[in-house]
């Protein structure tokens, strides 16, 4: 497998708190890898980093063998091929939802509005959204507004995506419906890079579990590795906290 | 997956819903008539003391004579239509030259830093500075340092841009920093630039916060565009001027003030249509 998306030695600090302090992490074409870890530990700040949405302080990031963090490449462009997805959906209160999900394809990729809307409309067809493509993000419920923004990544067809602990801000009964859609994007073949809290999701999903600590990957591994047998036992700590 | 609720059968209210309907009914009757009393009786005590004031017959006679403010009427309203086009003119011009001081000042970088200082320096200095100094600074400044004739109305519109851009561009900046940050950063993930995010995402959501301090500010500048009579300009309080200097009588001042006020009304009122649409589309369900 190639390595789609590539980072070695990320740091990055908030002022005197550095949260990333030495991260190396692989991303190879059609793989999924979910990053688990307490609040706090870098896991946020993390996907930032690689999203180019947050400059970093040292270390290299390649995306198809290009160092995207080179300040000469042009970061737009360079997001322009990625996909993220926030915790607190982050959809545009002012455009439908049609509109947000067709505006970096006509915006950023001058792809025709027709174009754009018919693609748009059959990505929320097929997640049963089409019917409220007109309306506000407002008048939908959580877990529609993330599935909207989920399509809003993907309508461009990016090479990753990131998705920030996209169930987080969910009721229970709304997170399935969106692990749903990402499991069939992931059965599809989509790069997922994704910080979750939902162990039994990344057991299912994930093809490897990254364990993020204080800034540093502890460990890493097959889901059935990871989180059935940890060797470490930070790792083991961190995860009884979910099984009782 | 189905997103919307089944149909419901129609439904037939209960006889208590029936009653507290018919409560409801009887308070907001009660309620209308109540307003109407009260209303009426504060009518009847204004109308009364003024009736009863000493001077109110002579009051009646120099503001409100009606003969007068018929005369009145057409010069005054030829003057308006002056001060109509100069206030056309400046939302163009406030518009524009606002947006550009507001962006210049949101601009980030050390290259811009020289920028920021003379955009800041600007709006403090025209904020501070009353408006009628404005007009006669520019007003006869400009005249005398180009040495050419300038119409009133292209310098009644650049006093008025000066002062109202100062105003505006910082409505339109305190705008721009209220939209969550959160907005930038799911538009700049997506690939759009500092620019397309800002002409996409931000403004249009800053434009809907911004609308009612906007609104203010543009009724503020209709009645200021008054003050170019000061140059020079036959506008409506100008002409109005002229015929109570002919008639010894201030109603002409009174038209005037009406016509100003008649141009308000609506801007006011279209606004509060305005914020209110915005605020059916975006948000569902209702405040208490």
């Not at chain 1, 399935?176 to 997922?192: F, M, N, S």
Request: proline letters at 5%.
């Amino acid at each position: 497998m190639s390595a789609v998306l590539r980072a070695t030695g990320i740091v990055k600090s908030f002022g005197e708190r550095e949260v990333l302090r030495g991260v190396d992490v692989t991303l190879a074409r059609h793989e999924v890898v979910a990053l688990i870890g307490a609040s706090g530990s870098g896991k946020s700040t993390l996907l930032r980093c690689l999203g180019l949405l947050e400059p970093i302080d040292d270390g290299q990031i390649f995306l198809d063998d290009q160092d995207i963090s080179d300040p000469r490449v042009d970061a737009n462009r360079v997001r322009a091929r990625l996909g993220a997805v926030f915790q607190s959906y982050n959809l545009f209160p002012h455009l439908s939802v049609l509109a947000n999900v067709t505006l970096a394809s006509r915006v950023v990729h001058r792809m025709p509005r027709r174009a754009a809307e018919a693609r748009a409309l059959s990505l929320l067809d097929r997640i049963g959204l089409a019917d409220l493509a007109r309306e506000h993000p407002d008048r939908l419920s959580g877990g529609q507004q993330q599935r909207a923004a989920i399509v809003r990544a993907i309508a461009t067809d990016p090479e990753v995506l990131l998705l920030d602990e996209i169930t987080s801000a969910l009721d229970p009964e709304l997170v399935g419906e969106v692990l749903e859609l990402v499991r069939q994007l992931a059965a599809d073949g989509a790069t997922i890079l994704m910080a979750t809290h939902e162990m039994s999701f990344a057991r299912d999903v994930a093809h490897r579990v990254v364990f993020l600590d204080a800034g540093t990957i502890v460990e890493q591994g097959p889901p059935s590795e990871v989180l059935v047998a940890p060797r470490e036992p930070r790792t083991r700590e961190f995860l009884t906290r979910f099984t009782t | 997956m189905t997103d919307t609720p089944p149909a419901r059968a129609a439904h037939e209210p209960s006889a208590l819903e029936l009653e507290r309907r018919a409560y409801r009914r009887r308070r907001s009757r009660q309620s209308v008539l109540v307003a109407i009393a009260s209303s009426l009786a504060l009518a009847i005590i204004v109308w009364a003391t003024v009736i009863n004031t000493p001077g109110w017959a002579v009051v009646q006679e120099t503001f409100f004579n009606p003969e007068i403010a018929l005369t009145a009427l057409p010069r005054v309203w030829d003057g308006f239509l002056l001060n109509l086009q100069v206030l056309g003119l400046s939302i163009v011009t406030v518009g524009v030259f606002a947006l550009l001081l507001a962006t210049l000042r949101t601009l980030r970088g050390p290259v811009f830093f020289p920028v920021r200082v003379v955009v800041a320096a600007y709006t403090d200095i025209f904020r501070g500075l009353p408006f009628i100094i404005v007009l006669f600074l520019f007003g006869f400044g400009l005249p005398t340092l180009t040495n050419t004739r300038i119409p009133p109305i292209v310098l009644g519109t650049l006093c008025v841009t000066l002062t109202y851009s100062a105003y505006v561009a910082e409505v339109i900046r305190a705008g721009i920093e209220a939209v969550h940050p959160s907005q930038r950063l799911a538009a700049r993930a997506l690939g759009l630039g500092y620019v397309q995010t800002l002409r996409r995402v931000v403004l249009p959501q800053a434009l809907r916060k911004m609308t009612p301090p906007l609104m203010n500010d543009f009724v503020s500048m209709q009645k200021d565009v008054g003050l170019i009579s000061i140059l020079g300009a036959v506008d409506a309080v100008r002409a109005a001027q002229t015929v109570t200097a002919q008639t010894y009588n201030f109603t002409p001042y009174v038209v005037a003030g009406i016509l100003f006020i008649l141009l308000a009304i609506p801007t006011i009122r279209l606004t509060d249509w305005y914020t209110a649409r915005l605020r059916d589309r975006e948000q569902a369900g209702s405040l208490v």
